[in-house]
Nanobody, 127 residues
Framework: QVLLEESGGGLVQTGDSLSLSCAAS???????????YGWFRQATGKEREFVAQ????????AVADSVKDRFTISRDNANNKVFLQMNSLKPEDTAVYYC?????????????????WGRGTRVTVSS
């Protein structure tokens, strides 16, 4: 079992920056327990969508086109944490942001590839 807890959400204005953190605990201490982390978001009334993911072995990352050049995902393997740096925030970035971990895939953009999920942290960007 891998437990994930997000933090760092809040209310900001358009153009501001915000950094989200995800702390993993549980089986992460076991080698290969987690192969990739992802961030997803869900706006009110919309489907949950992919935001970013990172391969824990290679460090390779991928981000959605909608946040490209604004959001950056990174990880701290030693402390079992993953981060999402969000710059130049827009009102359309308003959503609940979820951290996810995959024990099976090292690179994935689909929700079904992730077997562990956090409860989410809300980000609200005012215009």
């Amino acid at each position: 079992q891998v437990l994930l807890e997000e933090s760092g959400g809040g209310l900001v204005q358009t153009g501001d920056s915000l950094s989200l953190s995800c702390a993993a605990s549980g089986r992460t201490a076991t080698s290969r327990a987690v192969r990739a982390y992802g961030w997803f978001r869900q706006a009110t009334g919309k489907e949950r969508e992919f935001v970013a993911q990172i391969n824990l072995e290679s460090g390779r990352t991928a981000v959605a086109d909608s946040v490209k050049d604004r959001f950056t995902i990174s990880r701290d393997n030693a402390n079992n944490k993953v981060f999402l740096q969000m710059n130049s925030l827009k009102p359309e970035d308003t959503a609940v942001y979820y951290c996810a971990a995959s024990s099976l895939f090292s690179s994935a953009k689909v929700q079904s590839a992730y077997d562990y999920w956090g409860r989410g942290t809300r980000v609200t960007v005012s215009s």
